[in-house]
């Protein structure tokens, strides 16, 4: 949000975010997102190493003019900014851009956000645009995200099974999946054979069901 006395940014960036072991955030189903008269960044990498990930800075026309044209539902450049993020991190943090001069936004437009979210999930709402308290609210100050598990001792499958000591999926009727958001893979039961495909005789037939 922006201070009416000093007319600057009152946080800059949000505390990073550490995802537990083995987890990481999933570029398909997020997206980074950023609302109007501000320019953002997302920052994102392993605990040791965060580089930026993406920008955004969505067009918003003059300070305080009404954009007749943009319509809820579409976060389309104007208005609002939608980015992907790159494949595979473990930790990420967004921040503004500290250099936007804010001095005439301040009475224009109280706050601005910038986000990493389920993409889904976000419904721009023009209203956005000349009130971006109505965001933050409109979702309690909280919005879901996706993040992927995979087993990463092995960067594949094929690696995988060539450590039987290692492989995870143990049951009879699995299969191994290679992770679709980096290194790794994850364990399927296979068709007709459903629960935990992790454990011995995890997978259960699904005749169990009509019993
Ligand atoms: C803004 O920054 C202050 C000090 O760093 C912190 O206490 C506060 O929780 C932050 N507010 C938000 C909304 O992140
Ligand atoms: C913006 O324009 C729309 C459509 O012309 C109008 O309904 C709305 O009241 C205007 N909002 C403001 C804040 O001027
Ligand atoms: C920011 O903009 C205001 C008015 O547009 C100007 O007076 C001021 O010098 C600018 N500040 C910086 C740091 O460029
Ligand atoms: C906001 O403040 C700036 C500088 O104080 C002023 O030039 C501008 O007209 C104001 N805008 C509105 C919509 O009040
Ligand atoms: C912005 O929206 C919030 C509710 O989300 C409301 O409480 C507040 O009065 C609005 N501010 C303006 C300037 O319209
Ligand atoms: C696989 O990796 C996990 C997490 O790093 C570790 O706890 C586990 O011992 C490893 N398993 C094997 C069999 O190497
Ligand atoms: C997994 O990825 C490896 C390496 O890219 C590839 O050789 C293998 O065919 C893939 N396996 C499956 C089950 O998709
Ligand atoms: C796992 O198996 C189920 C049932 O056969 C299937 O619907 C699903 O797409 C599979 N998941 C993956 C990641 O292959």
Same mark, same amino acid.
């Given at each position: 949000?922006?201070?009416? $006395?000093?007319?600057?940014?009152?946080?800059?960036?949000? +505390?990073?975010?550490?995802?537990?072991?083995?987890?990481?955030?999933?570029?398909?189903?997020?997206?980074? %997102? #950023?609302?109007?008269?501000?320019?953002?960044?997302?920052?994102?990498?392993?605990?040791?190493?965060?580089?930026?990930?993406?920008? =955004?800075?969505?067009?918003?026309?003059?300070?305080?003019?009404?954009?007749?044209?943009?319509?809820?539902?579409? =976060?389309?450049?104007?208005?609002?900014?939608?980015?992907?993020?790159?494949?595979?991190?473990?930790?990420?943090? /967004?921040?503004?851009?500290?250099?936007?001069? /804010?001095?005439?936004?301040?009475?224009?437009?109280? =706050?601005?956000?910038?986000?990493?979210?389920?993409?889904?999930?976000?419904?721009?709402?023009?209203?956005?645009?000349?009130?971006? @308290?109505?965001?933050? +609210? /409109?979702?309690?100050?909280?919005?879901?995200? #996706? #993040?992927?598990?995979?087993?990463?001792?092995?960067?594949?499958? $094929?690696?995988?099974?060539?450590?039987?000591?290692?492989?995870?999926?143990?049951?009879?009727? @699995?299969?191994? $999946?290679?992770?679709?958001?980096?290194?790794?893979? %994850?364990?399927?039961? /296979?068709?007709?054979?459903?629960?935990?495909?992790?454990?011995?005789?995890?997978?259960?037939?699904?005749? #169990?069901?009509?019993?």
């Amino acid at each position: 949000c922006y201070d009416s $006395v000093t007319k600057g940014m009152t946080n800059e960036s949000s +505390d990073t975010v550490y995802l537990p072991e083995a987890h990481r955030l999933s570029d398909t189903e997020n997206k980074f %997102i #950023v609302g109007c008269y501000t320019v953002a960044y997302i920052a994102a990498g392993d605990r040791e190493d965060m580089r930026y990930a993406s920008a =955004c800075s969505a067009f918003c026309g003059p300070k305080g003019n009404n954009l007749t044209s943009l319509m809820d539902g579409a =976060c389309s450049g104007t208005g609002c900014c939608e980015a992907t993020i790159t494949e595979g991190h473990t930790s990420y943090n /967004t921040m503004f851009n500290p250099d936007y001069n /804010t001095t005439q936004i301040y009475n224009v437009s109280s =706050c601005s956000y910038a986000v990493l979210m389920e993409s889904s999930r976000f419904s721009f709402r023009r209203s956005y645009v000349m009130n971006s @308290s109505q965001f933050i +609210d /409109t979702n309690g100050g909280r919005v879901p995200m #996706v #993040v992927d598990w995979a087993v990463q001792n092995a960067s594949n499958c $094929v690696e995988a099974q060539k450590d039987h000591d290692s492989y995870a999926c143990i049951s009879s009727n @699995s299969v191994c $999946v290679n992770s679709s958001s980096g290194p790794g893979y %994850i364990c399927n039961c /296979t068709h007709g054979y459903q629960e935990n495909p992790y454990l011995l005789h995890g997978c259960q037939g699904e005749y #169990v069901k009509f019993l």
